[in-house]
């Protein structure tokens, strides 16, 4: 095999491992030693961030119960230590919990 034979041959090798490498997601990539997660991202390479209900927005707590209605998930978190009551859903009923609890006094 004459010398430009032999650097064409690894010249395709390593544009097959830049192909392998790019197609990578930044959850296959974390695995890498050397290679950290991108800022951005959580821990399994999502981004990070979210819908948030704003605050300034009218109406949110009739769009909330409306959803809840629509949704039938209404005493998901009653109580509020029941297992399926998680996340966002939590969230919702601790404001709820409060706003009650200013409302009674």
């Not at 491992?17 to 999502?46: C, E, Q, W």
Request: charge should be positive; charged fraction near 30%; proline fraction near 2%.
């Amino acid at each position: 095999m004459s010398l430009t034979e032999n650097l064409v041959l690894k010249l395709k090798n390593l544009a097959k491992l830049i192909d392998k490498i790019m197609s990578k997601t930044a959850f296959d990539l974390m695995h890498v030693s050397g290679y950290g997660m991108p800022a951005g991202r959580n821990k399994f390479g999502y981004q990070n961030g979210g819908d948030r209900v704003s605050m300034a927005k009218g109406g949110w707590i009739q769009d909330a119960t409306k959803s809840i209605k629509k949704r039938g998930t209404k005493g998901k978190c009653t109580p509020i230590t029941k297992k399926g009551c998680t996340g966002r859903a939590k969230a919702l009923a601790k404001t709820f919990k409060k706003m009650a609890k200013k409302r009674k006094g």
